[in-house]
């Protein structure tokens, strides 16, 4: 999927674990979850998961993840990863990497109608949470700047993209969202990246939150993504109040939605069906809403 990628598989775990965790040597790994941009994950045992990162940059955000899910996650509506064990590089991996526990669930099928609203509130009720944290001692998100910070990249994707999505109306879009107010107030911690892979559900309610390779403070519209990432658009009026978000965060988080699936679609579309049929699905779900 990245060029600088290293190639991993369960041999390699297993070694890994034995040589770094030999409390855990012996326990069976198995591969999950293989459209993952940034960690290959593999199942350890039954209550564990074991997380390569893909490349450096995934790689710098062990540390802060050790660091702050565990104070975050005292304070959250669900459940998110808590860190067991931080691994360093060894057996021809190049790269730090983590042991979390195994939080069971399935990720919310994309667009799904069947009692959608349940899950909408649960999606509120998590990124109010969130956002309300004290943003004391915190750092910029991976998304922090300004919508106006992504035009040059959404204008190359937009461009790229011809031949697969109404460029023009898409455009049109981007334009009004670059118009809207800025946020009045100070940054908040955001997830995000509330995508449907990031995800856990139980009886299409939400039970967890995961990978915060994102985490940090930034716009809290950037976490109405989960809007047209998740949600089919009959629930999104019941996420919107729930989440009291204005017309003007609203606005924002339209062009968040947009210019992520944009990028997502150009680099994809070749290397992860996953990313980039749900980024086309974003796509087409925000054209829909504007028309």
Known sequence: MHADEPVTDAALVRRLIAAQFPRWAGLPATRVGAAGTANAMYRLGDDLVVRLPRTA?????????????????????????????????????????SVYGWLDGTCPTVGDTAEAAPLARDLAGFVTALHRIDPADGFPSYRSEPLAARNSAVRKALADLTTEIDTAAAAEIWETALRAP???????????????????TADRRLTAVIDFGCLGL????????????????????????????DDAAWARGIGWAL??????????????????????HVIAEILADQR
């Open 259 to 280: 210019s992520i699936a944009l990028m997502e679609l150009q680099c994809y579309r070749e290397t992860n069906a996953f990313m980039a049929d749900t980024a086309r």
């Open 182 to 200: 800025a946020p009045t107030g100070p940054p908040v911690w955001i997830h995000a990246d509330l995508q449907p892979g990031n995800m856990l």
């Open 57 to 97: 940059g995934s790689a710098d955000d062990i540390a802060t993840e050790h660091h702050w899910l565990p104070r975050l996650g005292r304070r959250l509506p669900v459940a998110i990863p808590v860190p067991l064990g931080a691994g360093v590089p060894g057996e021809g991996y190049p790269h730090p990497w």
């Open 218 to 245: 930034g716009d809290a519209a950037v976490d109405l993504i989960a809007a047209w990432y998740v949600l089919p658009a009959e629930a999104r009026d019941t996420f919107r109040a729930a989440a009291e978000a």
